[in-house]
């Protein structure tokens, strides 16, 4: 596995599919840092889920995730270490942080990685804590 400057979030990756607000800092990023950009396994799931029921259509919602699960990202397995930084960050978290957010949020900071979101049970991780991108939302 090669070098991840950036871990993209479930919910950055949509924002690009579906081109609403933050579509294009994910898109630039994907030009600036070609095969730099992470996704944590732990986020697949999520993703296949989300686009199979926005997209009501079982090939595309497949398609789409194979193009970013294949081609536009690197999927970045989960280690011990990572798990065990989910661990403090969410020790760290003034609110409670939901455990597939700790794990991605913990892979990034394993990975010394810029975590791109738009999520905003993110912005409860401190800020010293996790090198953060918060992508604009439409919620």
């Known amino acids: 596995m090669g070098l991840i400057t950036h871990l993209l979030d479930t919910s950055a990756v949509l924002a690009h599919y579906f081109q609403v607000p933050g579509a294009q800092v994910v898109h630039s ?46 999927s970045v397995a989960l280690t011990r270490e990572m798990a065990d930084a989910s661990v403090r960050l969410q020790r760290a978290t003034a609110s409670s942080l939901p455990l597939v957010r700790a794990l991605i949020a913990g892979t990034a900071q394993a990975r010394n990685a810029m975590l791109v979101y738009c999520d905003p049970r993110f912005d409860a991780i401190p800020d010293a804590l996790v090198k953060k991108l918060r992508l604009p939302s439409t919620e």
Do not use: C, F, M, N
């Open 29 to 74: 990023l994907l030009l600036e840092h070609p095969g730099r950009l992470g996704l944590s396994v732990v986020s697949v799931p999520e993703l296949a889920w989300r686009l199979a029921a926005h997209l009501g259509d079982p090939r595309e919602s497949e398609r789409a995730l194979k193009v970013y699960i294949e081609e536009l990202t690197q």
